[in-house]
């Protein structure tokens, strides 16, 4: 069946630091995929999407590539905020679109 | 516009105890979820709706029952609970974003205990 597999954390960086968060991903066919965040207390947001190869998806200064070669996703951000602190969550859908896979999160710290 | 609301927020109870978790969502969407997260796990979905009046099973359905009697309510019932389903739930809905790709709106999450 399908699966995501990401990058297991806490991931802590200090503020204008470089992120990224690895996410592969074993689908049929060519699924769409996302990126969703949790914030504290919080119930999960879609923060990108791309739904085909080659696809970037971007959002408040993420962005992440479709690579349908290496079956990946990975989330980037250029300068993380301390607002970014949250966990992130790698998905993708089924072939009828209405359905998720979901990674096991990445928590992500970000420190003044 | 509440978008998806869960009832309650926390709740603890005893083994063998029965409870429902009430979902609602206003924006007239088909599709609705229930999933359990636990840590490291991500999420995992226990049930699905494609409609008023439809229920399906989703990867751990065992221990849970749901029901959709109206468009905008989907309730998750626990029987008899156990101290495996300490966990917090999350309810979606969705809408098709394309022809092939739905965005799910997520609700605030029902954190329950099972001692």
């Known amino acids: 069946g399908d699966s995501v597999t990401q990058m297991e954390g806490p991931v802590t960086l200090s503020e204008e630091a470089f992120l990224t968060i690895n996410c592969t991903y074993t689908a049929t066919g060519y699924p769409s995929l996302f990126w969703y965040v949790q914030y504290p207390g919080e119930g999960l947001q879609l923060l990108l999407k791309?739904?085909?190869?080659?696809d970037k998806g971007s959002n408040k200064g993420f962005e992440a590539t479709y690579r349908k070669e290496t079956t990946s996703f990975h989330l980037e951000k250029g300068s993380v905020q301390v607002s970014d602190s949250a966990v992130y969550f790698c998905?993708?859908?089924?072939?009828?679109?209405?359905?998720?896979?979901f990674g096991g999160g990445t928590r992500l710290m970000v420190k003044p | 516009n509440a978008g998806v609301t869960q009832t309650p927020k926390f709740r603890v109870l005893k083994t063998g105890q029965s409870m429902t978790l009430l979902c609602a969502q206003d924006?007239?969407?088909?599709?609705m979820y229930w999933y359990r997260q636990d840590p490291g796990m991500g999420l995992r979905l226990i049930h699905y709706?494609?409609?008023?009046?439809?229920?399906a099973k989703g990867e751990v359905p065992d221990g849970y029952n749901v029901s959709r009697l109206k468009k905008q309510n989907f309730l998750l019932g626990l029987e008899s609970a156990a101290p495996s389903q300490t966990s917090v739930y999350f309810c979606?809905?969705?809408?098709?974003?394309?022809?092939?790709?739905?965005?799910?709106?997520f609700g605030p999450g029902t954190r329950l205990t099972v001692t």
């Open positions: 979606a809905s969705s809408y098709p974003m394309d022809r092939f790709t739905y965005e799910q709106y």
């Open positions: 924006m007239n969407h088909e599709y």
């Open positions: 791309a739904t085909k190869a080659d």
């Open positions: 709706s494609v409609g008023e009046g439809t229920t």
């Open positions: 998905a993708l859908s089924d072939l009828a679109g209405n359905m998720l896979t």
